[in-house]
Nanobody
Framework: QVQLVESGGGLVQAGGSLRLSCAAS????????MGWFRQAPGKEREFVAV????????YYADSVKGRFTISRDNGKNTVHLQMSTLKPEDTAIYYC??????????????????WGQGTQVTVSS
């Protein structure tokens, strides 16, 4: 069984940057794709970014493309989300997720079977 723990959230001014990290334990980390999602108050959980098991360039939601970068270090069992040029509308709880039953990427939250507890990101205007 895989366990995920996020860190790195916080309060930042608009235009600033944050780097989120997700540490995985349990099953071999390099077997499966990893995603980042976010959920703002009163809204549904939405896709942010995903990266395949072998790393490389990720796939992004249009709202974050060009500002966020997903990466992974399979040797350290971690996945990161570098967030730049943050906007107030990026305020949300950010979750990392693992899709452990397939190597296929997905932007749908329901496709992921393991989730972290989330980390709060607040961007002030």
């Amino acid at each position: 069984q895989v366990q995920l723990v996020e860190s790195g959230g916080g309060l930042v001014q608009a235009g600033g940057s944050l780097r989120l990290s997700c540490a995985a334990s349990g099953r071999t980390f390099s077997d499966y794709p990893m995603g980042w999602f976010r959920q703002a108050p009163g809204k549904e959980r939405e896709f942010v970014a995903v990266i395949k098991w072998s790393g490389g360039s990720g796939y992004y939601a249009d709202s974050v493309k060009g500002r966020f970068t997903i990466s992974r270090d399979n040797g350290k069992n971690t996945v990161h989300l570098q967030m730049s040029t943050l906007k107030p509308e990026d305020t949300a709880i950010y979750y990392c997720a693992a899709r452990t039953n397939t190597a296929l990427l997905s932007t749908t939250p329901a496709a992921y079977d393991v989730w972290g507890q989330g980390t709060q990101v607040t961007v002030s205007s």
